[in-house]
């Protein structure tokens, strides 16, 4: 099992960016995924939900209105289009995969930093 987070980078605040997420070795179609953060000295913080299929998204109250996670089951990737984003929003943002094969995946992350 791969995940391999990019996209990320250095923005100004109220700019946007578009995180991908490409899963390998597991039936992607079957499974929901998660985009996690963590920002610096801080726990790791769920950020957005999508089912299986896509048809159902959930969102962290500090994200919602901004962030939108989608994905192309063809592709095996998900993304996370983020907006207006905020300095708060800086952290190292994570893949993760939860019950497969018996345990949780994550990816290495990729660091968003937000500042002008």
């Known amino acids: 099992v791969q995940l391999v987070e990019s996209g990320g980078g250095l923005v100004q605040p109220e700019g946007s960016l578009r995180l991908s997420c490409a899963a390998s070795?597991?039936?992607?179609?079957?499974?929901?995924m998660n985009w996690y953060r963590q920002a610096p000295g801080k726990g790791r913080e769920l950020v957005a939900v999508?089912?299986?299929?896509?048809?159902?998204?959930n969102y962290a109250d500090s994200t919602k209105g901004r962030f939108t996670i989608s994905r192309d089951n063809a592709l095996n990737t998900v993304y996370l289009q983020m907006n207006s984003l905020k300095p708060e929003d800086t952290a190292v943002y994570y893949c993760?995969?939860?019950?497969?094969?018996?345990?949780?995946?994550w990816g290495k992350g990729t660091l968003v930093t937000v500042s002008s």
């Open positions: 999508i089912t299986s299929t896509g048809d159902s998204t």
């Open positions: 070795g597991f039936t992607f179609s079957r499974y929901a």
């Open positions: 993760n995969v939860k019950g497969l094969y018996g345990r949780d995946y």
